[in-house]
């Protein structure tokens, strides 16, 4: 068996991830980037959530044209990413960021970024996904827990 691809963000914190899981380095995909979250950058949902006035929404309430001030929508994350989807061959390992894991799941699961999302993403777990060769992307729903804690 071929071994996968690693491929990570070029932020330092999933570079140092795909190299901790993976033993070596990954390749840089820049597409992979967080989502800009623009002048809210470095801020708290919570917090902005306190702020009537910020304009920040639940997760269940974005939509895809949901926009922080300066920053990109979901679609914008998509608009970025399907490109070098379309280009992945063979087994990856890709280490990325919570929106854009949160945009590859919608995209594999239908879900609009409207109502309660049809999976769970968390910071702890490996989501296993395929791509058909007609492009879309498949989601089993059976995340892969990386660090055993003994609590859910």
Known sequence: MAEANVVSSPLIRAIDTAQLVSGRAPQIVPELNEMDWGEWQGLRGVDLLADAGSGYRHIEDWGWDFQPPGGETPLMVWRRIKPWIASVQGANVVVCHICVMRVLLAHATGWDFSGPAPFQVKRDRLYILEKNDD?????????????ETGRQ
């Open 135 to 147: 492009g879309t992307l498949v989601f089993d729903d059976r995340p892969v827990r990386l660090i």
